[in-house]
């Protein structure tokens, strides 16, 4: 009954806009895929060469601190550390910290301002709620395509898909957290003559401080969650292993590199929500 209407042509305009995008951006894609790139793997490269034990030692230290003294993180950060390392992973283990740090790092640097200024703005919350939606509905192998062809293969185009899929929830947190912040206290601060900055630094940043957390961790996991996908388009780590695993039926390998995932996903994110507890 439908014949009649003409097939859109969406997958042609999407091509044609990715080209023109791909053209127009080139001198800014092109310094990002060699400087960043190379910054990254410099990082991932140099944090491989810290002698394992001494790694283990600051985790565990940190993972006491933070937990307040408490010693069963610690003895988890321990043996599975150890367990990476006895398993021949350690320097894949370094290479997927780094993806995952990096990604969350640009999502918080990007999302927190955004939820921000979606707490403020009507037209922004109306403007930028339906890109959260697209970008957490979306699913994560369609990151991939623009990803590869605006960075190439490897850790960069890792790292753009993790933060395209892993930004929403801090940008959402962080709007809620400020919006639920007691009228009473802003009306307080208002009635104290403090600027707007005042008043986001110092009442509303502060109060909405655990909801803007339990947003990091969420992004976080979301990017540790992604690196067997960006695995796809070159990125090295637990994820390679994984896939590589995968594409030999290799039941044994793919168990214990996804196990070092999980290892560091527990720890990464005990980590994140006991510092939320302070």
Same mark, same amino acid.
């Given at each position: 009954? +439908?014949?009649?209407?003409?097939?859109?042509?969406?997958?042609?305009?999407?091509?044609?806009?990715?080209?023109?995008?791909?053209?127009?951006?080139?001198?800014?894609?092109?310094?990002?895929?060699?400087? =960043?790139?190379?910054?990254?793997?410099?990082?991932?490269?140099?944090?491989?060469?810290?002698?394992?034990? +001494?790694?283990?030692?600051?985790?565990?230290?940190?993972? !006491? !601190?933070?937990?307040?003294?408490? =010693?069963?993180?610690?003895? =988890?950060?321990?043996?599975?550390?150890? %367990?990476?390392?006895?398993?021949?992973?350690?320097?894949?283990?370094?290479?997927? %910290? *780094?993806?995952?740090?990096?990604?969350?790092?640009?999502? #918080?640097?990007?999302?927190?301002?955004?939820?921000?200024?979606?707490?403020?703005?009507?037209?922004?919350?109306?403007?930028? *709620?339906?890109?959260?939606? !697209?970008?957490?509905?979306?699913?994560?192998?369609?990151?991939?395509?623009?990803?590869?062809?605006?960075?190439?293969?490897?850790?960069?185009?890792? #790292?753009?898909?993790?933060?395209?899929?892993?930004?929403?929830?801090?940008?959402?947190?962080?709007? +809620?957290?400020?919006?639920?912040?007691?009228?009473?206290?802003?009306?307080?601060?208002?009635?104290?003559?403090? *600027?707007?900055?005042?008043?986001?630094?110092?009442?509303?940043?502060?109060?909405?401080?655990?909801? #803007?957390?339990?947003?990091?961790?969420?992004?976080?996991?979301?990017?540790?969650?992604?690196?067997?996908?960006?695995?796809?388009?070159?990125?090295?780590?637990?994820?390679?292993?994984?896939?590589?695993?995968?594409?030999?039926?290799?039941?044994?390998?793919? %168990?214990?590199?996804?196990?070092?995932?999980?290892?560091?996903?527990?720890?990464?994110?005990?980590?994140s929500q006991n510092l939320n507890k302070g």
């Amino acid at each position: 009954m +439908l014949d009649f209407i003409p097939k859109i042509p969406l997958a042609d305009w999407v091509n044609t806009a990715v080209e023109r995008i791909q053209d127009t951006f080139e001198f800014i894609f092109d310094p990002i895929k060699e400087d =960043f790139g190379g910054f990254v793997e410099s990082t991932a490269e140099w944090l491989s060469q810290i002698p394992p034990i +001494l790694v283990i030692i600051i985790v565990a230290l940190m993972t !006491f !601190f933070v937990s307040g003294k408490k =010693f069963g993180l610690s003895i =988890f950060a321990i043996v599975g550390l150890w %367990f990476v390392y006895n398993q021949e992973l350690w320097e894949q283990l370094m290479y997927t %910290f *780094t993806l995952v740090v990096f990604a969350s790092l640009i999502s #918080i640097i990007i999302g927190i301002p955004a939820g921000i200024w979606m707490s403020k703005s009507k037209w922004a919350q109306a403007i930028i *709620t339906p890109i959260l939606d !697209f970008m957490q509905t979306m699913p994560a192998f369609v990151y991939l395509i623009p990803a590869v062809v605006f960075f190439g293969i490897g850790m960069v185009p890792g #790292i753009f898909a993790s933060v395209v899929f892993a930004t929403p929830p801090v940008v959402r947190f962080t709007n +809620l957290g400020i919006r639920q912040v007691s009228a009473e206290l802003v009306e307080a601060a208002d009635a104290f003559g403090t *600027t707007g900055s005042q008043k986001l630094f110092k009442v509303e940043l502060p109060m909405a401080r655990k909801t #803007i957390m339990a947003g990091v961790n969420q992004t976080v996991m979301l990017a540790l969650s992604m690196v067997v996908i960006a695995s796809m388009i070159g990125s090295p780590g637990l994820g390679d292993e994984v896939l590589t695993a995968l594409q030999r039926s290799q039941e044994g390998p793919g %168990f214990v590199a996804g196990l070092g995932i999980v290892i560091l996903a527990i720890i990464i994110d005990r980590v994140s929500q006991n510092l939320n507890k302070g």
